[in-house]
């Protein structure tokens, strides 16, 4: 992760080709987010947090139902966001457009305004994002944006359109490329795999089920069973702990050696033996081992 930024996608020719796409994948690394909830950010989405200047707060809403921003109110009296971009811009949510300009909601669940809270893990990455977000919006000022969306194109031939999945993707593979590495979802080299790392990040830093699945924005405790179930890797190591562990234990018992027949025979056999006939330190038959 930490080359990737930087000498992956950050190595774009374009400076602010590289600061989009770092700032979404901060938001799917460090706030857990899919990408596809990234590209549903509007510029006022993201606001400086009045408990850490330093940091942000992000909330994606939803596309349709989500309240617009400022408080706004259409002409028909309604506020979510849908209306917002019909009377506006006359577009429509990105969810019901189709082909490439498409853009899914997955999520059954919003915080209680109709939005997604992105929570920073660990909030470093919220301080990264703020100082990147400063110099990426600074670089939108003067071109014509026909919609509200934070993440553009910066192509000559689409500049200002609203930035696709498809071509984030393939932004993603070129960052990968830049590092000599392939797109792999079974190593974790896919966009989608970030949420993953940010949900087992959780898991092994001890956060209650409880909060991971607030932070992830699940419905229900099942749906993040796939986020925080360990890697292979994970399991492996933890294998070979445990085959080292039992090791350990059988050479210890390797090592003791047992006790002599007539060792034994001195404490008895109650069980077989419960008048200490042959067996015992006064046996009445057998051999007595008492000095």
């Known amino acids: 992760m930490y080359i990737f930024p930087f000498d992956g996608l950050g190595a774009a020719l374009d400076r602010r080709v590289s600061l989009r796409d770092q700032l979404i994948l901060l938001l799917i690394h460090g706030g857990g987010l899919r990408e596809s909830e990234a590209l549903h950010l509007w510029l006022e989405d993201v606001v400086i947090d009045p408990l850490t200047p330093n940091n942000v707060k992000v909330r994606i809403y939803h596309p349709e139902y989500g309240d617009a921003p400022n408080n706004w109110r259409g002409q028909s009296g309604k506020t979510t966001r849908a209306a917002y971009l019909k009377e506006k811009y006359a577009l429509s949510p990105r969810n019901d457009f189709l082909g490439t300009k498409r853009v899914g909601w997955k999520s059954n669940y919003t915080d209680a305004d109709g939005y997604l809270e992105v929570y920073w893990f660990p909030a470093i990455f919220g301080e990264v994002f703020s100082k990147l977000w400063r110099e990426y919006t600074r670089f939108l000022i003067g071109i014509d944006r026909n919609h509200p ?74 749906s993040q069973i796939v986020y925080t179930a360990p890697t292979a890797k994970e399991v492996t190591a933890n294998l070979n702990a445990a085959t080292d562990k039992l090791s350990n234990i059988t050479d210890s018992v390797e090592n003791i050696s047992p006790p002599s027949w007539e060792v034994l025979t001195q404490y008895g056999f109650n069980d077989i033996d419960p008048y200490n006939l042959f067996t015992g330190k006064s046996s009445k038959l057998g051999k007595s081992y008492d000095k």
């Open 149 to 222: 969306y934070a993440f553009i194109n910066f192509h000559k031939d689409h500049i200002g359109k609203p930035y696709t999945l498809n071509a984030f993707h393939y932004s993603y593979r070129q960052g990968l490329k830049r590092i000599g590495l392939k797109p792999c979802k079974a190593d974790g080299l896919s966009a989608h795999s970030h949420r993953h790392s940010y949900g087992r990040r959780l898991r092994r830093a001890g956060i209650h089920e409880i909060i991971i699945k607030k932070c992830l924005h699940h419905s229900s405790l099942d």
